[in-house]
């Protein structure tokens, strides 16, 4: 049995929506997510899509009254004015779609903006539109969020209630005996590696190479790119392995690493709910993530490093200035490691 690929998978899946919401969406929205499709992921023009039908049904509802969605056409989009781009993200702090209330953040009003922007420059740069306006609308003011991640002792103690289960409720008591291994072996990847929820639910078991403790990811934009890990990492993975070997219920041709209780790969939230259960008990005051493991290792890395292009190249980073915006506190250790090196007078021992 042919083994599966949970990425082309998942593309086909994102792909299938797509097409289903550009039958929501102008004719020539086809045209601009063909045109592209070679320098953006399935997953960005999935977004795009999404954000593109609420563009559009803002505007049958304001501006273009008379027409449906399908109605607008390419001549349209030169009448669309810097003001109307404007009211667009304004409308956006309370607005209702489909029978639901939105409220987007300044965050989720300058992602709807990109995809806008990219819209209108696509046709403006094939000279089928004669006006960009939406080049002249600045993006929303995004304020840094507050830094959240675990600190050293919290880190040893999740992997200890992981462990142990101590803390966890009668019903997840139930369950952990089948599943503390796997636990420990995911919350270890997270915070031994930085990995991505997504690239760690694509995880596959030939993903693994123990001989030089290495795994093959697929990162943002499809490239793939190989990560090392630790001989602690590789202790909690090859225990999890040895045990999955053994379980004979496992159906063939799974190849996934990570398996449910129904022996299914697991899904994104259900690797979320996890690592919230056991933050809870060790961090009850933190709303701590699997972003926010990635976070905490990610400063780790830096605090052991000192080197913030090391740390970036590691998580994926393509611009070191995302780096140094998630991770406040490397900021803060830099001027503390430098508060005392520039001196303002001479000991007198040096003076002697």
């Keep these: 049995m042919a083994k599966k690929n949970y990425y082309l998978e998942r593309d086909n899946k ?12 102008p004719p020539f929205a086809e045209d601009y997510f063909r045109g592209i499709e070679q320098r953006t992921s399935v997953e ?16 049958v509802k304001n501006r273009f009254r008379c027409k449906e969605i399908r109605d607008i056409t390419l001549e349209d989009l030169n009448d669309i004015s810097e003001t109307d781009i404007e009211i667009f993200l304004s409308r956006l702090s309370l607005y209702s779609f489909n029978g639901k209330t939105l409220r987007c953040n300044e965050r989720a009003k300058a992602r709807k903006l990109s995809a806008v922007r990219s819209l209108f420059r696509y046709f403006f740069n094939k000279s089928l539109i004669d006006v960009d306006n939406t080049a002249k609308v600045p993006t929303p003011k995004l304020h840094d969020k507050e830094i959240i991640r675990l600190e050293t ?22 369950y952990h005996k089948r599943t503390h291994t796997r636990d420990i072996a995911i919350l270890t990847l997270f915070l031994g590696t930085g990995i991505r929820i997504s690239e760690l639910v694509g995880l596959n078991d030939e993903s693994i190479d123990f001989s030089n403790n290495s795994f093959v990811v697929q990162r943002k934009g499809g490239n793939k790119a190989i990560l090392y890990f630790s001989e602690e990492v590789a202790v909690a993975l090859k225990r999890y392995m040895e045990q999955k070997a053994e379980d004979n219920k496992i159906p063939q041709g799974e190849n996934a690493l990570f398996l ?12 979320e709910l996890l690592v919230k259960k056991y933050a809870k008990i060790v ?7 699997p972003h926010k493991l990635r976070s905490t ?6 605090q052991e490093t000192g080197d913030i292009y090391i740390v970036a190249d590691v998580l994926g980073h393509r611009d070191v ?28 021992d040096e003076d002697s």
């Design 297 to 302: 290792y990610g400063t780790m890395l830096y």
């Design 260 to 271: 449910s209780m129904q022996y299914r790969r697991m899904t994104v939230r259900a690797i």
């Design 14 to 25: 994102n792909l299938n929506r797509i097409y289903d919401l550009l039958d929501e969406l």
């Design 153 to 174: 002792d919290e880190v040893s103690s999740i992997l200890s209630t992981a462990e142990s289960g101590q803390g966890l409720s009668k019903h997840a008591e139930g």
């Design 44 to 59: 960005t023009r999935l977004k795009y899509a999404y954000d593109l039908r609420i563009f559009f049904d803002f505007l």
């Design 321 to 348: 200035n995302t780096t140094k915006k998630h991770y406040a506190a490397i900021t803060d250790e830099n001027r503390r490691r430098v508060a005392g090196k520039v001196k303002l007078r001479p000991n007198e």
């Design 283 to 289: 961090s009850p005051l933190k709303k701590i993530t």
